[in-house]
């Protein structure tokens, strides 16, 4: 029994103490009271993402060879269809005639057939098995032909051209001499005119992003700096997140020249979907939520008293009201989970 009596002691004087230590908090805490003015507010969605290319490409040889040719090095710029490199062709060119020289073997033995069975074509005395060697004939001459196109392509194959005029920025081989294959050697080409912004927008705010949508870039090598750009392109297939959730890649094309921007470089975005003008705004530190429905504390001759409001848009610093206080109001902007009705306040 006095066991249970001192841990309802205890219970008591615990609430006791926490009652007075907020009552002191209470008569000691600044409130900090703004004036409710109208103002000018923009509607964006904020998102991550890095600087890439649009024109970006990776060349690799289709077959394994002597690298014979190297004619570029790493930063230097290319035109479009000059060649990159090259595989030692005389190989690949005897490959070639060879399979030439098989085609017209097969070719004259595919007409030798042809004139062996010519009378009985003409008697429509062709029997199955006439029929099967003259098929068989006809496939033999097919495959030399494919045989042929197959050495072509490997002649052709056997030299990388840019496909675009631009820098190269990596290579795994630079120096002629060695022997390689399509895993072991590629060059990496990217037209610096084709820079984008790929930002990452969640899919919660997606659905408000629109082609051609005006954009504010924070890139974070130049913090100083704002720069402009347009939503140009929206990925229809949604990718992940840096925090892992679902977000679509947004491409967001500059405004302005972009000499001065590297792949790769990190930063942020805020996309405008609409401007605001003369409206009222509340700081988001004033406002708070309770049954679903939204309040500000004004300052009515020196006391506090609760208003409900009618919420507009909602951005990083302000809100919009619609209704439920005036121009000219004091509300409170700090410490407001210490308010209570009549309460009387204290300003820094």
């Excluded at 001459?141 to 820098?167: C, K, T």
């Excluded at 997606?206 to 990925?235: C, H, M, N, Q, S």
Aim: proline share 2%; net charge negative.
């Amino acid at each position: 029994m006095m066991k249970k009596i001192i841990i309802i002691f205890t219970v008591v004087l615990l609430a006791l103490a926490g009652f007075l230590a907020i009552k002191n908090l209470r008569k000691k805490a600044p409130f900090s009271v703004e004036t409710v003015k109208k103002g000018d507010m923009e509607i964006f969605t904020s998102a991550s993402g890095e600087i890439k290319a649009e024109k970006d490409a990776t060349l690799r040889f289709q077959t394994s060879g002597l690298l014979s040719f190297v004619g570029i090095k790493k930063g230097d710029r290319v035109r479009k269809g000059q060649t990159v490199a090259s595989l030692d062709k005389r190989d690949l060119q005897k490959r070639f005639e060879k399979e030439m020289n098989d085609y017209l073997n097969e070719r004259w033995d595919f007409e030798q057939t042809q004139e062996d069975y010519e009378d009985e074509k003409e008697k429509s005395l062709v029997t199955d098995s006439i029929k099967r060697i003259l098929e068989k004939s006809q496939f033999d001459l097919n495959n030399s032909v494919l045989d042929v196109e197959i050495a072509d392509l490997a002649v052709r194959f056997s030299s990388l051209s840019s496909p675009f005029e631009g820098v190269v920025v990596d290579l795994d081989q630079p120096y002629a001499g060695v022997n390689v294959g399509p895993t072991t050697a590629f060059y990496r080409i990217v037209d610096p005119q084709s820079i984008y912004f790929e930002a990452k927008v969640d899919e919660t705010d997606v659905a408000r992003v629109k082609i051609g949508d005006k954009v504010k870039l924070f890139i974070d090598a130049y913090p100083e700096e704002v720069f402009e750009g347009t939503v140009g392109k929206i990925d229809l297939e949604a990718s992940t997140s840096s925090g892992g959730g679902t977000a679509y890649n947004t491409w967001i094309y500059f405004t302005g020249g972009t000499e001065n921007f590297r792949l790769g470089m990190n930063g942020d975005v805020e996309i405008l979907h609409s401007s605001l003008t003369d409206v009222l705004l509340v700081p988001i530190s004033a406002f708070s939520e309770k049954n679903g429905k939204t309040f500000v504390w004004k300052v009515v001759d020196g006391k506090a008293t609760r208003a409900e409001i009618e919420v507009g848009n909602i951005g990083d610093d302000y809100i919009q009201v619609i209704s439920g206080i005036s121009e000219g109001d004091q509300i409170i902007t700090s410490n407001i989970s210490l308010l209570t009705e009549g309460m009387s306040i204290k300003t820094q």
